[in-house]
C-alpha cells in the first residue's frame, strides 16, 4: 500500500517549468545597459578607426592615383604595373631578403643564447640583464651614428684597430658593397637583442624547475637540457618572436638609411628606403602614389606570410 501511494505521488508531480527565452529587441538591449556600453567603447572605437583604418583606407586610394599631395590624377591600378617593372624594386626585395636571411641566423638564436647562458647564472642577474637591455635604451639614431663612426675604413679606426691588434689588415665595412650589409645586421642584432632577451628570461621563469631536476638526474648536461626541455617549453613564444622579427627585418629602414644611404652601388637600398626615394626624391616631392601602392603591396606580402605562418605552425606549437 505504501509503495503504490508512492508511485501515485511521483505521478502527481508537475513537469518542471519550460524556462522561456526571452527574445533581444532594442529595448531590452537599453534596459540592460548597452547604451551606456556603447559610450563607454565609442571613444575607442572613434580613435582605432580614425588613427588605424582611415590611413590603411586613404592609403590604398592613394596607391591607385597619380598623385603629389597637390594634384591628383585617378590612374587605377597604372601605379602597380609601374612599381612592378621597375628593375630597382626587384634589387630592393633581393637586399631586404638578404638582410632578412643575416638577421635571422644570427639576430635570433643569438638573444636565446645568452638568455638560456644568463639564466644559469646564480649571481649578478640583475646586472647582466640590465647591461644586455642597455642597447635597447641608447636611441637608434644614436647608436647608428656611433657605431659608423666605429666602421670608420681608415687603419685608424675602433674596428680595424682591434683587428689590427689580432693580425687582421683593415677592413671597409661599409664602404665595400660585399661588406655593407652583414655590417648592418651586425648593428640591428646588437641594438634589438637586448628586447628579446628579457623576453626570453621572463618566459624561462614559466619552465617547471622540476622538468630541469629530471633531466639532471639522467644525466643531460646544459645543452642536452635546452634542446629538450628548455625549447619544446618556449616553442609558442619562440613561433611569435621569430614572425615579428620577420617582419621587422622585412621592414628595415634606419641603418641603411642612415649608414649608406642604400649604397654602395645599390647593396643596401632595401624595400621601405625604396618606398622613400619614391616619395621624397626631390625638394618638390616625388610620386606618393607609386610609394604607396609599394607600401600596399608590401602589406600585403607581410599579411599572407604571416597567415601562412600560424596556419602553418599552429598545430605543431600547441601540441
Not at 135 to 163: E, M, Q
Not at 227 to 255: C, D, K, N, S
Amino acid at each position: 500500500m505504501t509503495l503504490s501511494r508512492q508511485r501515485a505521488a511521483v505521478d502527481d508531480t508537475p513537469p518542471p517549468a519550460v524556462r522561456r527565452i526571452r527574445r533581444r529587441t532594442p529595448l531590452t538591449w537599453l534596459r540592460g545597459g548597452g547604451f551606456a556600453n556603447l559610450l563607454f567603447v565609442l571613444p575607442m572605437l572613434f580613435v582605432f578607426v580614425f588613427f588605424s583604418w582611415s590611413p590603411i583606407v586613404q592609403s590604398v586610394v592613394m596607391s591607385l592615383q597619380k598623385t603629389n599631395l597637390i594634384v591628383s590624377e585617378w590612374v587605377g591600378l597604372d601605379n602597380y604595373l609601374v612599381v612592378l617593372s621597375d628593375p630597382e624594386l626587384g634589387r630592393a626585395v633581393i637586399n631586404t631578403l638578404w638582410f632578412a636571411v643575416l638577421a635571422l641566423l644570427f639576430g635570433f638564436p643569438l638573444p636565446l643564447l645568452m638568455a638560456v647562458l644568463m639564466s644559469e647564472v646564480r649571481r649578478g642577474k640583475g646586472v647582466y640583464s640590465a647591461l644586455a637591455y642597455l642597447p635597447v635604451v641608447i636611441p637608434p639614431v644614436v647608436a647608428v651614428l656611433l657605431w659608423k663612426f666605429f666602421y670608420s675604413a681608415d687603419p685608424s679606426g675602433v674596428f680595424n684597430t682591434v683587428l689590427g691588434a689580432v693580425g687582421i689588415p683593415p677592413q671597409p665595412w661599409i664602404q665595400d658593397a660585399a661588406q655593407a650589409m652583414p655590417s648592418l645586421v651586425l648593428e640591428a642584432t646588437w641594438a634589438g637583442a637586448g628586447g628579446s632577451i628579457i623576453i626570453y628570461l621572463a618566459a624561462l621563469l614559466a619552465v617547471p624547475p622540476e622538468l630541469y631536476d629530471a633531466a639532471e638526474v639522467d644525466g643531460a648536461g646544459i645543452w642536452k637540457k635546452v634542446w629538450h626541455v628548455t625549447l619544446p617549453q618556449l616553442r609558442g613564444i619562440l613561433f611569435i618572436m621569430l614572425i615579428l622579427q620577420i617582419i621587422a627585418t622585412a621592414q628595415v629602414f634606419l641603418e641603411p638609411f642612415l649608414f649608406t644611404g642604400g649604397g654602395p652601388a645599390g647593396a643596401t637600398k632595401t624595400v621601405l628606403l625604396y618606398i622613400y626615394d619614391k616619395a621624397f626624391r626631390n625638394s618638390l616631392g616625388g610620386d606618393y602614389g607609386e610609394a604607396t601602392a609599394v607600401s600596399v603591396l608590401l602589406a600585403i606580402v607581410l599579411a599572407v606570410l604571416s597567415w601562412l605562418y600560424f596556419r602553418l605552425t599552429d598545430r605543431w606549437s600547441t601540441t
